[in-house]
Structure formats: C-alpha cells, structure tokens
T-cell receptor, first 108, second 114 residues
C-alpha cells in the first residue's frame, strides 16, 4: 500500500470548514483513498472514500487532485463533536493500515 | 450504521487466565479483522479472515489466536493472559464492492491483565 503523509495536528473553529490534507505521492492506479476518524478511542468510523473523482456524502467531501498524489478531506461546518483523529489511508487491498493520522481539535 | 458487536466491552483478568473476546456481525460480510490499539497509539492489524475457515496473521505479531467457523462470528482467544496483553482490541468487518472496501468497526474491548 502507498504511504500517506498527514500533519500531526490542526485546530479548527466551530462552524468553519475544516480542510484536512493528505499526501500520497506513491499511489498506484488502482488504490483507493479512504478517510476514517476515531473519536476518543472508540472504534474508527468510516467517513468517505474515492478513486479518482471527487466525492461528497452527508459527512464530508473528498477532493482528489488530478494526478492523485494528494487529497483533501473537507468537513463543511465543523462542530465540537468532530474533534477526533482523522486517518487518510491508501489501499487496493482488503486490509487497511492506519498510521498516526491528524488530531483535529475543534474550538468553540 | 454498522451492525458489529463486541463483548465484553471491559474486562479485568488475572495473569495466566484464558480469555475469549467475542465479535459478531449481522451484515453477512466475508472479511473480518482484529486490530489492537494501546492508549494514544496507532492501530495495528493482528488477525484477519477472508471467509469461513480462513484466518491470517496481520502486520503485528500477536500471541492471540482466532477462528472463523461461521461467517458472522470471529472470536479472539488468549490462552494465557499476561500484563503485556493489556490493550484495546477492535473487531471489524467489510465487504469488497466495485466501489472499494469499506471497513466497519465495533466499539472495542478493553482488556486489562493484572
């Protein structure tokens, strides 16, 4: 699986959009980009995933660059409950490897 | 909302005891996984299964064992618990579709060995 690079932490103001970057410069053509989050040691929660096109669901939007070497997860209106560790994972396998992720703190 | 259940949620057990952590899913998923996570640390895959009678070791070596006799059930067993086994154990399941592989996690089992 391709390796990903995420900032270790970031802050966000409540009500504002949170843009979480992820670099995956060694991604291969059949690898998906997945985003998960983990709130306070609960089980990780699936957020969104994509292959080439941008994706949007009720939780977030995923923007993948045209060369697929990086992506951005967008939480449109961050709330205090969005405080969590966010994981960007690139894989074409059944198994997913979770790295250190980005600790996102939403502040009132 | 994923239907994957883990029991017990919390367990304190003495050294040398045998324990089994239960995991069940009602989604009919073929793939199931066990991850281990120490507080504040990364998740590590310790076991996975592609289907009934299939079990494989994950990226992190573990003294635990697993079995997959039924699609919906994927228990993890420690024959002789030690304090080093103190951790959170997370069970998950998934099904590969044409749009990728989405993994759903249970709420975790916190194990403390004293």
């Amino acid at each position: 699986d391709a390796k990903t690079t995420q900032p270790p932490s970031m802050d966000c103001a409540e009500g504002r959009a949170a843009n979480l970057p992820c670099n995956h410069s060694t991604i291969s053509g059949n690898e998906y980009v997945y985003w998960y989050r983990q709130i306070h040691s609960q089980g990780p929660q699936y957020i969104i995933h994509g292959l080439k096109n941008n994706e949007t669901n009720e939780m977030a939007s995923l923007i993948i660059t045209e060369d697929r070497k990086s992506s951005t997860l967008i939480l449109p209106h961050a709330t205090l409950r969005d405080t969590a560790v966010y994981y960007c994972i690139v894989s074409n396998d059944y198994k997913l490897s979770f790295g250190a992720g980005t600790t996102v703190t939403v502040r009132a | 909302e994923a239907d994957i259940y883990q029991t017990p949620r919390y367990l304190v057990i003495g050294t040398g005891k045998k324990i089994t952590l239960e995991c069940s899913q009602t989604m009919g998923h073929d793939k199931m996984y066990w991850y281990q996570q120490d507080p504040g640390m990364e998740l590590h895959l310790i076991h996975y299964s592609y289907g009934v009678n299939s079990t494989e070791k994950g990226d992190l070596s573990s003294e635990s064992t697993v079995s997959r006799i039924r699609t919906e059930h994927f228990p993890l067993t420690l024959e002789s618990a030690r304090p080093s086994h103190t951790s959170q154990y997370l069970c998950a399941s998934s099904e590969w579709t044409f749009s990728g592989n989405t993994i759903y996690f249970g709420e975790g089992s916190w194990l403390t060995v004293v």
